[in-house]
């Protein structure tokens, strides 16, 4: 997943260096601005580890790299919801089902610019503390809609994974010989 996101043109942070983050965070904005394309980023960062509530109860406090970056590249910002995903990703294996999407309303470039960095996020975060609202078990792991694609993704995981390990046998066994 690493490599693709990579290749995708992700910013992985190095939180731990906070001269490093604000480097990466500025390169992102140059890149983005260079290239005309948007930023998507998850303002809570990836701290969460606790079980996601549609009622926006679990939200946890936004971090500031987004906003400095919406702000430095002088962009509009679209929040946007998810619900589903941990009931879906819950556990050893992903179960087939829908993810309920949720765009909010447009906080606009100029909006942001007569702000501060803290009071645009208090903007993103009310909207989308609003946006969450419950959706039952029955809307997500409804899957009259996502049984094809989800058979076409379990096949190809399958195909991935005894290529994979023949690959590996393959390598194994041929050190194994070559030591003798």
């Known amino acids: 997943m690493g490599i693709i996101c990579i290749k995708d043109g992700f910013i992985l942070i190095n ?11 500025d390169e992102g904005v140059e890149n983005a601005k260079r290239e005309g394309k948007s930023i998507c980023s998850a303002p809570e960062g990836t701290r969460r580890r606790s079980k996601s509530v549609d009622d926006a109860s679990h939200l946890l406090p936004f971090k500031k790299g987004p906003f400095h970056m919406a702000k430095k590249a002088n962009l509009d910002l679209v929040p946007v919801t998810y619900s589903g995903i941990k009931r879906l990703t819950g556990g050893w294996v992903a179960r087939p089902g829908t993810i309920v999407m949720r765009i ?7 909006k942001c610019t007569n702000l501060t960095i803290e ?4 903007v993103a975060y009310s909207q ?3 946006m969450m609202t419950p959706v039952s078990d029955d809307v997500i792991y409804n899957t009259t809609k996502t049984r094809k694609s989800w058979l076409i993704f379990f096949g190809y995981q399958l195909v991935m994974y005894f290529t994979a390990k023949w690959f590996l046998c393959l390598f194994c066994c041929g050190k194994s010989h070559a030591s003798h």
């Open 104 to 110: 909010g309303p447009r906080i606009a470039r100029d």
């Open 15 to 25: 939180r731990a260096n906070l001269e490093q983050s604000i480097k990466q965070l």
């Open 119 to 122: 009071q645009t996020m208090e």
């Open 128 to 130: 989308m503390k609003s």
